[in-house]
């Protein structure tokens, strides 16, 4: 199975409509949804870090992404730091609280892993509802996030704004493909096959495990400053589990650990959760039920399946020809 | 009158298929509907009173045979699920959809949240529900209009209340949230100055589940009075579990907006005597309010609560006023509202105040007590009328 | 003293609520995340059958049972398949069975608050140690006692509670020995089911009955989970009630700290005593 032919396959149909989307005369409310998909496929190919790469469950990837977004908040509206700037402060703020959080959940793993970062994440959101209120903004958050200015360029406008959102998006994508291929990718994909392997071999398994984790907190501290930008707010909602709750479910859907899957799980979630509801008012329970009915026959998400039966197609596909000839 | 709930099925991919396909599918500009954009709470902390405020804006068009400036109006309601982000994410949605009036949200953040937008967009923005006073300052947004109360009013008719039982030594509960916390550290100083003795102040976060510990505490004061300042499932727990130990029985229950008719409901018995600011109510006595419960019963089968009766009252002054400019022009609307007067509003006299964008009107106070069908089983009665000048400070630029 | 009784009252309801997620997550290696949501449930049954019949008896057990059956449906229909891969699988089944069952509460009963007024017998209050005590709250610690005591006899004593604690550690033996490991496993996640239907009961006359309680319960009963040591009973037990105390205490103090030092625990036993506070050399029930 050639899965960088596959991922090619998938990327450049997804790039022809994110690059045409915008001289098709789309709704306003159509560009701020394709924004919305960009920044959050960014947040989960940051998450699909820990999770997919990794295998291991984060619930502290709300934290990471709050934090981005307070610190563009913050930087920006109380020190007047240009938008650059409050950008590079969130990958930093992100990247920073994901290290702190590496000392406490790296000391264990499995479910437990899951339970420490949930419990590390929830004492954040808790302390910025309420402890925190001078600088969040309590329960109320923070409105009137900046957007990016350039030389005069009005980045309120939508269009401006999503070829800003493409470009980061174009970016990380690109990043995320050469750290796959790097030896360092080549090392993380080698712990989660066999971390006992891996350790024999003589990496330091925890100091990788630990820069995974870092790297995935700055692209979500990233995602954090754009979704503020874009919503021009951000509370402490955004720090909430269940914010990490989406982002697992909307990776798993899309399916975890391949390079598309995050970004067509965000899609998928979004799109359907804009299209039932438009279509039913008991579209909460239908969304249930589409995640369960997707837990049970497509474990491997969307991308993953896909990536499946491309693979037996072209091992047909192959052992025709290698009949033929 | 048209409702559509929402978007219709497919358009979202239909959208896209069209976009794709160069068609181009440009915003149609011109006004042959009146649309209205309304984003409440349908589902989450507040899903209730936002099912009540569809019901009240519904008949307030009805009334008006559907139509504003000989067009047919459209509301299209959208569920913030009780959380800012999707409400930011739907007003975004209903403003490219082309509305000429956001309405809404339930909670102050989600007002506060989408008050930027509307004022960056320049979107009327009507208020009928969030009592934040952060919502209608001085220099706030041109935009943002406030029909409804707000908290000041309210916590001044509570000190006004402990005033006049002649309370002398107050325990107070607060939310741990920021308008709750100011409200109550403005009616501490100006309690403490009328020489009441605030005997306790506790602080419990947000969402408590359980405040029997803090009712055992009030129970072994020497208090006569408990001020709540704190709303939502916060009160009516609150009040529930003080209920358990028969607390109002020795000491008067009160609060700024600890209590209405949905909030009795999950309190039971317990609400019984308990005082608080009233938003509005199906009794007040006028024909413009008589006028309005008769055609909610007959199109509900129930009388309005206060967040139907708000969301009426706002919607039909706002879309009089619109009328009345006889104009598609939104800064002229938003001009013309900020002079208003609306002399018969349910709730009586309502005069808009043009430095912030907060509607004068008296205060109502109330008292729950046992109802009679077809009032709730538990429903408020309406104690004293303040009038604007005894519950609004003058504003100051 | 009075913070005392409160304290325990609080620990017992955070007993009864935890108990089923322990057992399940302890026999079953399930991390039930519609565990709030199935409390929520049973509140809404006890109370929708408490006033159509005036009886409380019969809400309690009409949420039980009720709440039990919906968990023996989820078990067999969802669950059954998703046993052998990882956790993170069941934890969407789950979320998405929080919203299919919060959809049907929305559908059933609507948005508002519901009410649920206690039983006459105990709606009354005494008077102990200088404060004024409801006599539910002291039903309450009696009932949490008494459960527990049966769940440790289940376990520990009887024979299903062999067959199930030896299914939950070789399934694949027991299933070989020609007993029904199926059946067992449907019938730990009924029970556990049950005991978030019976808690939701109990709670419906202390607290108002909305749809919030689903999501709000949760964490509550993860932390007495982890406190108590994953899958252990006894520990659960004790862990709840040393919130109980502490929250019961907290509140008396400083009521806008205690989730914080809450937390602050919780982290501190993760990393230090991952087995729980109460673990022992050898795994209990």
Redesign the interface.
């Known amino acids: 199975m050639n899965a960088s032919r596959f991922d090619l396959w998938l990327g450049l149909p997804l790039a022809a ?1 994110a690059l ?2 915008p ?8 560009l ?2 394709a924004t ?1 998909v960009m920044i959050w496929a960014v947040f989960a190919i940051g998450f699909d870090f820990v999770f997919g790469l990794l295998g291991m ?1 984060s619930f502290g990837h709300a934290s990471f992404l709050g934090l981005g977004g307070y610190a563009l908040a913050l930087a920006t509206q109380m020190w007047g730091l240009p938008f650059c700037a409050g950008v590079s402060l969130a990958i930093v703020a992100g990247a920073l609280c994901a290290w702190l959080f590496s000392f ?1 959940a790296l ?2 793993s ?3 892993f ?3 970062t ?3 994440s ?2 954040l959101y ?2 910025a ?3 925190l ?1 001078a600088w969040t ?5 923070l ?2 996030v900046a957007r990016p200015g350039l030389g005069g360029i009005d980045f ?1 406008d ?1 269009t401006l704004f999503y070829w800003y959102v493409l470009a980061v998006f174009a970016l990380v994508m690109a990043a995320v493909v050469v750290l796959r291929r790097s030896p360092f990718g080549r090392v993380i994909a080698g712990i989660r096959q066999n971390e006992t392997r891996a350790e024999q071999l003589g990496f330091d398994v925890h100091r990788y495990k630990q820069i995974t984790f870092i790297v995935s907190g700055g692209i979500s501290g990233l995602a954090g400053a754009l979704l503020a930008s874009l ?3 951000v ?1 402490p ?2 720090l909430h ?2 914010t990490s ?1 989406d982002v ?2 909307m990776t ?1 859907l899309g399916g975890a650990g391949t390079l598309w899957g995050p970004v067509i799980g965000v899609l998928a979630f979004e ?1 359907l959760k ?2 039932l ?3 039913t ?2 579209w ?9 009915l ?3 026959f497509f ?1 491997k998400g969307i991308v993953g399946e896909l990536q499946e039966r491309y693979g037996q197609w072209r091992d047909k596909a192959a052992r025709r020809d290698g009949r033929i000839s | 009158m048209v409702t559509r709930i929402k978007t219709r099925p497919g358009r979202l991919l239909g959208a896209l298929a069209v976009s794709l396909l160069f068609a181009g599918s440009a915003q149609a500009a011109d006004p042959d509907k009146f649309k209205i954009g309304g984003v409440v709470s349908l589902s989450g902390t507040y899903g209730i009173f936002g099912e009540d405020m569809r019901k009240g804006v519904e008949v307030a068009i009805e009334q008006r045979g559907g139509k504003v400036l000989g067009k047919p109006i459209q509301v299209i309601w959208e569920d913030d699920e009780t959380k800012p982000q999707p409400a930011v994410q739907k007003t975004t949605r209903l403003i490219s959809e082309g509305v000429q009036v956001i309405f809404g949200a339930v909670s102050s953040a989600s007002s506060i949240a989408i008050m930027n937008i509307a004022k960056q967009r320049k979107i009327p923005h009507l208020v009928t529900m969030s009592a934040d006073d952060k919502i209608t300052v001085p220099h706030g947004s041109r935009y943002t209009f406030r029909t409804s109360n707000t908290l000041g009013m309210e916590q001044r008719m509570a000190l006004s209340f402990t005033k006049e039982q002649k309370l002398k030594r107050i325990y107070g509960v607060t939310a741990d949230y920021q308008a709750t916390r100011d409200s109550w550290e403005w009616y501490r100083r100006e309690a403490e100055k009328a020489g009441v003795e605030i005997v306790g102040a506790d602080f419990a976060p947000l969402g408590n589940r359980d405040y029997s510990s803090i009712v055992d505490k009030i129970a072994r004061s020497n208090a006569d009075g408990v001020a709540l300042f704190m709303t939502g499932s916060d009160a009516v727990t609150m009040v529930k579990q003080a209920g358990q130990v028969d607390l109002g029985k020795t000491r008067k229950i009160f609060g700024p907006v600890i209590a209405d008719e949905t909030m009795a409901a999950g309190v039971g018995p317990a609400s019984i005597g308990v005082y608080s600011g009233v938003r509005y109510h199906f009794s007040v006595d006028n024909p413009a309010n008589h006028k309005f419960v008769e055609a909610f019963r007959k199109k509900y089968n129930e009388l309005p609560s206060s967040a139907a009766g708000e969301a009426y009252d706002g919607m039909s002054w706002w879309l009089d006023t619109v009328e009345q400019t006889g104009s598609w022009d939104k800064e002229k609307w938003v001009t013309a509202f900020e002079n208003s007067v609306r002399e018969n509003s349910v709730e009586g006299r309502k005069a808009m105040r043009a430095c912030d964008h907060q509607a004068m009107q008296d205060g109502l106070w109330g008292v729950v007590e046992k109802g009679v069908a077809p009032a709730p089983a538990y429903t408020m009665k309406i104690a004293k009328v303040f009038p604007p000048n005894a519950v609004f400070d003058p504003c100051q630029p | 003293m009075s913070t005392l009784i409160i304290g325990l009252s609080l620990g017992m309801l955070l007993f009864l609520l935890a108990s089923g997620l322990t057992l399940i997550f302890g026999m079953l290696g399930v991390i039930n995340f519609a565990h709030g949501a199935l409390y929520m449930l049973g509140a809404y049954i006890a109370f929708d059958i408490g006033r159509h019949t005036g009886s409380f008896v019969a809400g309690l057990i009409g949420a039980t049972v009720l709440v039990a059956l919906a968990g023996a449906l989820i078990e067999r229909l969802a669950l059954r398949p998703l046993y052998d891969r990882p956790h993170f699988y069941q934890l969407i089944l789950t979320f998405g069975v929080i919203l299919v069952i919060s959809e049907v509460v929305k559908v059933v009963w609507g948005l508002g608050y519901q009410e649920s007024t206690m039983p006459p017998a105990l709606a009354g209050t005494v008077d102990m140690f200088g404060s004024t005590i409801p006599v539910y709250r002291l039903f309450v610690i009696g009932f949490g006692a008494l459960v527990s005591g049966g769940l440790f006899l289940l376990i520990e004593k009887s024979t299903f509670g062999m067959l199930v604690r030896a299914a939950s550690s070789d399934g694949e033996m027991v299933r070989l020995l020609g007993l029904p490991v199926a059946s067992v496993r449907m019938a730990v996640f009924a029970l556990g089911s049950g005991l978030a239907g019976l808690a939701g009961a109990i709670a419906a006359p202390l607290f108002p009955i909305e749809l919030g309680m689903a999501t709000n319960t949760i964490i509550d009963c993860f932390i007495v989970v982890i406190l108590g040591g994953l899958g252990n009973i006894r520990g659960a037990v004790a862990a709840s009630l040393l919130i109980g105390l502490v929250r019961a205490i907290g509140y008396s103090y400083m009521p806008s700290w205690v989730d914080i030092l809450t937390f602050s625990l919780l982290i501190a036993t993760l990393l230090t005593r991952p087995q729980g506070l109460f673990f022992r050399a050898t795994r209990s029930a």
């Open positions: 409509i045409l989307l001289f098709t005369g789309p709704s306003d409310f159509m701020n949804l919305l469950v406490f000391r264990v499995g479910i437990f899951a339970l420490v949930l419990a590390l929830q004492l808790i302390l509802d309420s402890k209120r903004g309590g329960a109320d958050g409105p009137g309120f939508s919503l021009m707010y509370n909602q955004m589990w269940t709750g697992i479910i798993l799109v804009e299209w509801s438009g279509w008012q008991y909460y329970g239908i969304l249930g039920l589409i995640f369960i997707a837990t049970l474990p």
